[in-house]
């Protein structure tokens, strides 16, 4: 098998594609309850998992991320599920790491990477609610030590504390640690820091690499990850969300549907069942990763709404050529819009009217 480098390396030496959205894609392919939002996929449907896994794999992630996001302790709890918190860690972390080894002969094998992210319990006056966060973070890092991951990934904080206390966490493992955050429609953590403050504290304790993930589109993270470029010198993440957020609405969790919509959700807001129609096209996205390695963010991914048309986007922004690449736009043999010498002109010439 090919030497696998590890996460730095990688930074140092043509950057790190990391897929992330499976939430939203799991649930769109059926095998998760909205709203709840819990991966018990790594259970009830492993091949479902592997599959999207593989399906990251072959447009060009590096990273097999363990589908643990809301895999914790407390949210096992409001499922009234919590024995099923250890066997669906140890399952996904399997999983992750059964596809990231499954490469061809002479392929480099992907990274591995546990995850813990928000636990929706940490509140910044609560001191026993932040013993029980680095309770929960502790068990996960664990699980995941013990599957012998690559990294582990703490993402979409929203409290500047909490992403200190999961850096802390992380550390402890001696795992490098990719902490990102996704601040709320107030454009602030939660707990009153900056959001690049926050990011730059994070590079001050040791993070590997910080950054942004989630709950924003490209127009409302790319300002962001600007400033935090230019304020810290460790590697920098960029994962945004593939919904057309607004400077009036920069978060999807409050995004209206301005595209004519006759049948609104019956929950009353278009998060998180009814974003199709301010979804991002591929140009978009690609035109976010473009502009982000640029300026020399070398970590970077696709977070909620992530499809693997997306990540070969992203990838070939990076400069790559991924297996999904043989499949690249191929408009010249299209029947009406096509350019090549069979292509009949009665049909061709017909275009504007279609």
Not at 25 to 52: C, D, K, Q, W
Not at 184 to 213: F, H, I, P, S, Y
Not at 251 to 271: E, K, V, Y
């Amino acid at each position: 098998m090919t030497t696998k480098r590890d996460l730095v390396t990688r930074l140092d030496d043509g950057g790190v594609l990391c897929a992330e959205g499976f939430l939203f894609e799991i649930e769109r392919r059926g095998y998760m309850a909205s709203g709840a939002f819990v991966p018990e996929v790594a259970l009830e449907n492993p091949h479902a998992l592997r599959t999207l896994h593989k399906d990251f794999q072959h447009a060009g992630s590096d990273v097999v991320q363990a589908f643990t996001y809301n895999g914790h302790r407390e949210k096992m709890r409001v499922l009234g599920k919590e024995e099923l918190l250890e066997p669906l860690n140890k399952a996904a972390l399997q999983i992750a790491t059964d596809v990231a080894n499954d490469v061809p002969e002479g392929i480099e094998p992907n990274l591995v990477a546990g995850n813990i992210s928000n636990t929706n319990l940490w509140h910044p006056d609560d001191k026993n609610a932040q013993k029980e966060v680095r309770k929960m973070f502790d068990e996960m890092i664990g699980w995941a030590v013990d599957a012998g991951v690559d990294l582990i990934i703490g993402e979409t904080f929203y409290y500047a504390g909490e992403a200190f206390a999961a850096l802390e966490a992380i550390q402890q493992s001696g795992l490098p640690a990719v902490v990102t955050i996704s601040p709320m429609g107030e454009n602030k953590m939660r707990d009153d820091w900056d959001v690049v403050d926050t990011c730059a504290e994070l590079e001050q304790r040791g993070a590997t690499v910080t950054g942004m993930n989630c709950f924003r589109g490209p127009q409302t993270m790319m300002p962001y990850i600007h400033e935090i470029r230019k304020r810290v010198k460790c590697h920098v993440a960029a994962l945004p969300i593939t919904f057309r957020t607004t400077p009036e609405h920069p978060t999807f969790f409050n995004l209206p549907d301005n595209n004519g919509c006759t049948c609104p959700a019956p929950h009353g807001r278009s998060f998180p069942t009814a974003l199709e129609a301010m979804s991002c096209n591929r140009y978009e996205i690609r035109a976010f990763a473009d502009e982000a390695w640029a300026l020399g963010v070398n970590y970077l991914g696709v977070c909620c709404g992530a499809v693997p048309i997306y990540i070969r986007e992203v990838a070939e922004a990076m400069g790559r050529r991924p297996p999904a690449s043989r499949y690249d736009v191929d408009m010249s043999r299209h029947f009406i819009y096509g350019s090549h010498e069979r292509l009949a002109n009665h049909i061709t010439s017909y275009g504007d009217r279609a």
